[in-house]
T-cell receptor, first 111, second 115 residues
Framework: GQNIDQPTEMTATEGAIVQINCTYQ??????LFWYQQHAGEAPTFLSYNVLDGLEEKGRFSSFLSRSKGYSYLLLKELQMKDSASYLC????????????WGLGTSLAVNP | DAGVIQSPRHEVTEMGQEVTLRCKPI?????LFWYRQTMMRGLELLIY????????DSGMPEDRFSAKMPNASFSTLKIQPSEPRDSAVYFC?????????????FGPGTRLTVL
């Protein structure tokens, strides 16, 4: 079967760094996505990893280890507006656009 | 450029009624996805289309659900008859083959409440 695990909730302090983990067991792998979803809004794309290693985009970075079935999203210099749900999703096959989604990690950033 | 457009944004209906959700993908995108999101089950893919052709409908819950894409700029998701357990937020998303990441762009969603 297909399975993606993320912590349900996390809290952090404004200005700090937080790491959100994602582990996956899927029948195949052709890329991992991170999306951000604010309450009452649609998910928006944050990052994409298909090769092992770290991808950096401003305050956000995403890491992938395919051998371990593991990824994390790193958020630096946290701001209040980063309070949102963060969704991990795996594309299982290259010619299939279907994504398998985790349930999301709800991050609360406190002042 | 306009993003993915969905209508209505909110729908409240009574059990047994027919519900039709509408989606206009981003112009030029060749994939369209219908999702349902609930607290318990998260985001679930219902069906997706490539160039207006349904590719995978394995996520459609049952025969009460149907989806069509008559042209590249319009898709519908119909529920008939609706049931209270269909209450959820329904998202439409589109993507473009050949884009850097093939990421999906989501519409604002339709919040459906079935009483």
């Amino acid at each position: 079967g297909q399975n993606i695990d993320q912590p349900t909730e996390m809290t952090a302090t404004e200005g700090a760094i937080v790491q959100i983990n994602c582990t996956y067991q899927t029948s195949g792998f052709n890329g991992l996505f991170w999306y951000q979803q604010h309450a009452g809004e649609a998910p928006t794309f944050l990052s994409y990893n298909v090769l092992d290693g770290l991808e950096e985009k401003g305050r956000f970075s995403s890491f992938l280890s395919r051998s371990k079935g593991y990824s994390y999203l790193l958020l630096k210099e946290l701001q209040m507006k980063d309070s949102a749900s963060y969704l991990c999703a795996v594309r299982v096959a290259g010619n299939n656009r279907k994504l398998i989604w985790g349930l999301g990690t709800s991050l609360a950033v406190n002042p | 450029d306009a993003g993915v457009i969905q209508s209505p944004r909110h729908e409240v209906t009574e059990m047994g009624q027919e519900v039709t959700l509408r989606c206009k993908p981003i112009s030029g995108h060749d994939y369209l996805f219908w999702y349902r999101q609930t607290m318990m089950r998260g985001l679930e893919l219902l069906i997706y289309f490539n160039n207006n052709v349904p590719i995978d409908d394995s996520g459609m819950p049952e025969d009460r659900f149907s989806a069509k894409m008559p042209n590249a700029s319009f898709s519908t998701l119909k529920i008939q008859p609706s049931e209270p357990r269909d209450s959820a937020v329904y998202f439409c998303a589109s993507s473009l083959v050949g884009a850097d990441y093939n990421e999906q762009f989501f519409g604002p969603g339709t919040r459906l409440t079935v009483l």
